[in-house]
């Protein structure tokens, strides 16, 4: 069996924990059950280092490409450019075409929206852009009170420290509860604000 | 009043989200509110990108130097050399001997241990490394339950999601309980762990 793909997309003005977070998720997750059969890759328009929206430069893994299974669109201040860009709706559009699952976290879902993609779809975003996201696409159902939204093939997440959540829910959806579990168990996630 | 500096010391194999996740809630914080005279810094041995322990590839913002307030060493694979690094090892004593704070998330609480500053203090670490803390140091007063122990100048977390909640009770801490309720809010963490 071929291998599968997971390509967080990382942009000038990413949010950083938006793509760190589902990263830390998955890649524990891909590195310690190889047999699970997926990988899980930084990609970005090239492979020049991009500096994140609170300040962090990351060196990407990959080139962005249409050959890929799961697609993360993290959130940022960089969004509102990216949502603007029409080779990378373009290549959104394709991969969900050719079945993949596209994602967001936080404001990623702008580009989704921009893209067309969630057109009458559910779905949610970072808490304070409820209205923006309105007003890319009116027909939205926003749900406005989930950590995650999973409507089959689009998946968004709400913000930023939301991708979390999300990234072991897909680690459940795609292999199973109880790998989600260890992998839980693997990152420590008992989370305790303590504020 | 002079600028205080917090530095998130970053080496080959450190565990992403152990230093992404503190990075998050405190470069979140700094620049919302440069007025409370704080910055953050992602610093390391020199300015060459450092591979992580998942595969992510960072390009640290400057060299560690001498002149800071608050020292974070996160965990990963790699804190096993560190552990053993002289340079790295005399540059955390020396700081803690000028009144900084010296932090650690999941396994860098070996390296503290390491360079002595752990001997007779309460701390915690990476559920899966407490055995291998107290073969570095059987004087401390491990606290196998907590999620993070703060004992004024040496601060240790638990495990590498633990980072988030330690940073924002150094927010707490550093500022105020409101503050560090904005950057979570800010943040959007509300966790909700789905397994």
């Given at each position: 069996?071929?291998?599968?793909?997971i390509?967080?997309?990382?942009?000038?003005?990413?949010?950083?924990?938006?793509?760190l977070?589902?990263?830390?998720v998955?890649?524990?997750?891909?590195?310690q059950?190889?047999?699970d059969g997926?990988?899980?890759?930084?990609?970005?328009?090239t492979?020049?280092?991009?500096?994140?929206?609170?300040?962090?430069?990351?060196?990407?893994?990959?080139?962005?490409?249409g050959?890929?299974?799961?697609?993360i669109?993290?959130?940022g201040d960089?969004?509102?450019?990216?949502?603007?860009?029409p080779?990378?709706?373009?290549?959104?559009?394709?991969?969900?075409?050719?079945?993949?699952v596209?994602?967001?976290?936080?404001?990623g879902?702008?580009?989704?929206?921009?893209?067309?993609?969630?057109?009458n779809r559910?779905?949610t975003t970072y808490f304070?852009?409820?209205?923006?996201?309105?007003?890319?696409?009116?027909?939205i159902?926003?749900?406005?009170?989930?950590?995650w939204v999973d409507?089959?093939?689009?998946?968004?997440?709400?913000?930023?420290s939301?991708g979390?959540?999300m990234?072991?829910?897909?680690?459940d959806?795609?292999v199973g509860?109880?790998?989600?579990?260890?992998v839980?168990?693997?990152i420590?996630?008992?989370?305790?604000?303590p504020?």
């Amino acid at each position: 069996m071929a291998e599968k793909t997971i390509g967080i997309y990382l942009f000038e003005g990413f949010e950083e924990l938006d793509a760190l977070g589902p990263w830390e998720v998955l890649a524990s997750w891909t590195q310690q059950y190889p047999d699970d059969g997926w990988r899980v890759r930084l990609v970005a328009d090239t492979t020049s280092p991009v500096q994140a929206a609170k300040g962090a430069v990351i060196v990407p893994q990959e080139i962005r490409s249409g050959d890929v299974d799961v697609v993360i669109v993290p959130g940022g201040d960089g969004a509102r450019a990216v949502m603007h860009d029409p080779k990378v709706l373009d290549w959104l559009r394709h991969v969900k075409e050719s079945g993949a699952v596209v994602v967001s976290v936080c404001t990623g879902a702008l580009v989704l929206a921009s893209a067309g993609l969630l057109r009458n779809r559910p779905a949610t975003t970072y808490f304070a852009a409820f209205d923006e996201l309105r007003a890319v696409d009116n027909s939205i159902d926003l749900r406005t009170d989930e950590r995650w939204v999973d409507d089959g093939d689009i998946v968004t997440g709400a913000g930023i420290s939301a991708g979390i959540d999300m990234a072991l829910h897909l680690v459940d959806r795609l292999v199973g509860t109880e790998r989600a579990r260890e992998v839980r168990r693997h990152i420590q996630y008992d989370p305790e604000p303590p504020v």
